[in-house]
């Protein structure tokens, strides 16, 4: 099975984007840390930090739109998986399963 296979069976379209985010462990809201979103689609997320949380730890992310009109994108989620970046030393590739959203 091809990658692209593998993509086409996914139940919802993954959007690529890069966009700066700040998060925190769910219960510690006084220590934020930053990354990029790589992808967002409908019951997950992608992002690059150089920050790595454990497997099943739960996330509050904010994405700030850039955009006074329009508020930020606030979601909360469970770690899924945590994977060293193949090309980046010291970032890390961390999968999201939103559970909630603001």
């Known amino acids: 099975m091809s990658p692209n296979d593998y993509d086409e069976k996914r139940a919802y379209h993954r959007m690529k984007i890069d966009t700066p985010i700040t998060f ?9 840390h930053r990354g990029i979103s790589k992808n967002l689609s409908a019951s997950g997320l992608l992002i690059q930090s150089d920050f790595s949380p454990a497997e099943h730890d739960r996330l509050e992310i904010v994405m700030d739109t850039g955009n006074d009109r329009f508020s930020p994108f606030i979601v909360q989620g469970k770690v899924l998986r945590v994977e060293a970046h193949a090309e980046l030393a010291g970032q890390y590739l961390i999968s999201i399963l939103i559970e909630e959203s603001q």
């Open 24 to 32: 925190s462990l769910s219960g510690d809201k006084e220590i934020t």
